[in-house]
Structures are given as structure tokens and as C-alpha cells.
């Protein structure tokens, strides 16, 4: 049994609470125990760095430094609160007289999509599948900050990353080849400048469906809403049709690995994922 | 692009020197490839493209830069950061230029985008954690838009999306030692 820190993130409490679900139900498939960190508190997200950096780097290193009491890695789902934590590590052992709460900088510190998709878990995820998810054609959708700046991410194929689509491909999707893989989808404007993300939206979606995607799999709950939410609105304006179901990459291996929960889970989308799911005879 | 005033810089140039400096940037390497603007998906509703940016806080175009929209819509994605070709952390500079035009006597380019973020800041403060229907509430309560996403909102909380009540969470006090610390530094 493998054992990890969890810091859910305030989505995952509220509007990605089937991302929440989906994975604790994988990680309990998988024999991975999450611990929960105990008090946490929000990693300040997008307004904390667009306001005062030293705000950011410490609102983010109270919850490292909660994780750093035990020995266990950190799993992180929501990609903003991945990213803060990442720039107060960076903080910390670049200027560690600039951060005052006591975070050293010693916790390994793993986005949910990354470490779900390394050698070893694939591995299980093979051994396990009792679905294959033959003729889901997905699009990997996997946004901004999960592979960018490099240098924090330390994920290689910044411009056409790939481990998500190896993901899929061991649950026996088919993901499409597309070109808007780490184009950003412009959540943290969602409610002030509606308009734009809007348009992101509009870009993204047709290009997935372009590419005859089934779906759109993402791992941030920011993007999940983002692109989940606005399809029936987006349509009147646009007059396009979109209905394009946006997954959590931990819902669907959920669903090869025959989690009896599933179906919760995907009640919870605005653009129904069940009709595409039971056409492919999946669901 | 609106004209450039060179005389401005020659009377040095304090601005470029201040962003440079707190945002640990070599701004002045901007050789104006203009990659940054051709990868920036929010580009076409900026008022400044990226690598005007980078100019005009070469020649110490300070109000023009700190009361710019593009300063608060910039979405922090990192396609200019990770495509400078100069290693210039482009996003990282908007940050710095946010921070700057918070503290500053120009009034921001974009009206709810600071209010958002001020409102979003003041929910950690109290509850600890971002709970969406109160973060929801304030922030129209400020920009007085009570309709919009109205009918999305009820469709979201009948699917269970939205929580009535915020979870309880302890550490309320070293977050308010976290904004104590913050609010001093502002007012300093």
C-alpha cells in the first residue's frame, strides 16, 4: 500500500466534488491510502499573486508546512493550487530568509495527473483494467499550468505533452492528435471578463470536436468548470453545436477500472458525459 | 501602437529600474520578436500586446503601463514566459506591474478584476477557504450585477456543485498573522 498527504483544494470541496470523488475512489482501487492534511487552508490562488507576492508565497508554504510534518509526498488535483505550491518551494530554497513560517522546502510536492500517469501506476492501472474504454475517442486537454513554466513543472514536452495521452491509451482510449493541449482556457477571468473566456471556450471546444474528440479530459477542476458550464449558453451566441462531455482524466480510469460509483460522479456535469459513454456501450 | 515618448526616458529612467527590480528581470534584453504576443490567447482584447509592454517600460512609460487592461487580463497561462527566446518571465513581470499598479494613484484599466481579486482575498481571511456562494455574493454584492449567471448558478447547486454553508477549518490564526503581515507591508 502505497501512502500519500492529500490537499484537496477548495474546488474540490465545492464546484469538483466528482473530482474529489473520482480520486479517492481510483486511489482506493490502486491501494493508494491519501491522508488528508488536517486544517488546510487555500493556496491563495490566482488573486494572491496578481495582488502581493509575499501574500502568495505564504499563504501557499502554511499548507507545505503542514505537509512537511510526516514523510509522505504531497498529492495535489487542482492545477492552481499546484502551481502556487511550486513557486513557494522555488521561493523557499531560492530565498529561504524571504519565507517565515517554518517550510524547509522538503516535501515532494505531486500534481494528481503526474502522478497518476508515472511508470508504476500505469503499470497497476494495466494490470487492473476490467473495462478497456474501446472507441472513446478523448481529447487530452491538459491547460496551462500543468506543464508550464517548465522550469517548475519539470515536465519535458511543454508544447506537446503526452503522458495524459499515455494515460488513456492504458485505459484503451484513443486520443486524438489536436493542437490546443496547453492552450489556456482563461478561467480565472470566468467572472469578471466572461466575455473572453467565452471566446477561449468557443476555440477549444471546436477544435477538440474538429478533431472528432468523443470528449475533453482534463485534470484542473478550473478548466473542467470553465469548459462544462457555458456549452448551452455558448451555443446561442455562436450557433454552433458543441455538447462535448469534459471529463476528469480520474473519472474515466474510474471507469476501466470498474468503480461502482462512476455514474455518481458524471450526474454531477452540466453537459451530460452519459448519453456519449452509453453509445460506446461503456456505461 | 500609441507613440513613444523618448524624452521621458531620458530624464532616467526610475521605472524601468523599479520593475526590473522587484521582479528580478532583465526587461532591457527585449529585442521585440514579438514572440510573446503571437502564443498570448488573450492578446486581441489587450490594449497593450506583450511585447509593447516590454517597450513601454523601457522608456519609463509608467502611467501608461500601470492603467493598462492588459495588466489584470492577462490570464498568468506562461506561453510568453516559456517562448521568450530572451528568458524574459513575462508573466512574472505582469504580476510585478499588478502589485505596482495596486499601490498606485492611477485608476485600474479594467474595473472588476482588482475588485475580484480583493474580494477573493478577503474570503481566505475570514473563512480560510474559498467557498464559492459567499465569494459569489460579495462579488456582486460590490459590482452590483446580480443577474448574470444567475440561472447557471441554480443549475450548478442542483447538481450539487454549490455549497450552502463553508467548511469549518482551524489555523484562523496564523492566517491572520499572514494578513497582518501583508496589510503592514501595504501600508508601509
Known sequence: ?283 | MTELNVRENQKGNSFLSEVAQASGETISACFQCQKCSAGCPIAYAMDILPNQMLRHIQYGHRKRVLSSKTIWICASCYSCSVRCPNNIDIAKIMDTLRALAIHSEFKPGEKDIPIFHSVFLDTIKSKGRIHELSLILQFKSKTRDFFKDAALGWKMYRKGKIKLFPSKFGGGKEIKEIFNAFEKGART
Open chain 1, 1 to 283: 500500500m502505497k501512502e500519500i498527504s492529500y490537499y484537496p483544494g477548495c474546488s474540490l470541496h465545492g464546484t469538483a466534488r466528482e473530482y474529489d470523488d473520482s480520486i479517492r475512489g481510483v486511489s482506493k482501487l490502486l491501494d493508494i491510502q491519501l491522508y488528508e492534511l488536517e486544517d488546510w487552508t487555500c493556496c491563495g490562488a490566482s488573486s494572491a499573486h496578481c495582488t502581493d507576492e509575499k501574500l502568495a508565497i505564504d499563504l501557499a508554504a502554511r499548507n507545505l508546512a503542514l505537509a512537511e510534518k510526516n514523510d509522505r509526498d504531497l498529492l495535489v488535483p487542482c492545477v492552481a493550487c499546484y502551481s502556487r505550491f511550486k513557486a513557494a518551494e522555488k521561493e523557499v530554497k531560492e530565498h529561504p530568509e524571504k519565507v517565515h513560517l517554518s517550510y524547509h522546502g522538503n516535501v515532494p510536492i505531486r500534481y494528481a495527473l503526474d502522478f497518476f500517469c508515472d511508470e508504476g501506476t500505469l503499470e497497476e492501472v494495466k494490470k487492473r483494467r476490467a473495462k478497456p474504454l474501446s472507441g472513446l475517442k478523448v481529447a487530452c486537454y491538459y491547460g496551462c499550468l500543468t506543464v508550464r513554466p517548465p522550469k517548475m513543472t519539470g515536465v519535458r514536452e511543454y508544447e506537446n505533452p503526452q503522458h495524459m495521452d499515455r494515460l488513456m491509451k492504458t485505459l484503451g482510449a484513443d486520443p486524438v492528435p489536436w493542437c490546443y493541449k496547453t492552450d489556456c482556457c482563461g478561467a480565472s477571468l470566468v467572472m469578471t471578463r466572461t466575455d473572453i473566456v467565452k471566446k477561449l471556450n468557443d476555440r477549444l471546444l471546436s477544435m477538440a470536436m474538429e478533431a472528432e474528440a468523443d470528449c475533453l479530459v482534463t485534470g484542473c477542476p478550473m478548466c473542467q468548470a470553465n469548459l462544462d458550464t457555458r456549452q448551452e449558453e455558448l451555443e446561442k451566441e455562436t450557433g454552433k453545436k458543441y455538447n462535448l462531455p469534459i471529463l476528469y482524466f480520474t473519472e474515466l480510469m474510474g471507469l476501466a477500472l470498474g468503480h461502482k460509483d462512476v455514474k455518481k460522479w458524471l450526474h454531477r456535469h452540466i453537459t451530460d458525459p452519459v448519453k456519449v459513454l452509453n453509445g460506446k456501450g461503456l456505461i
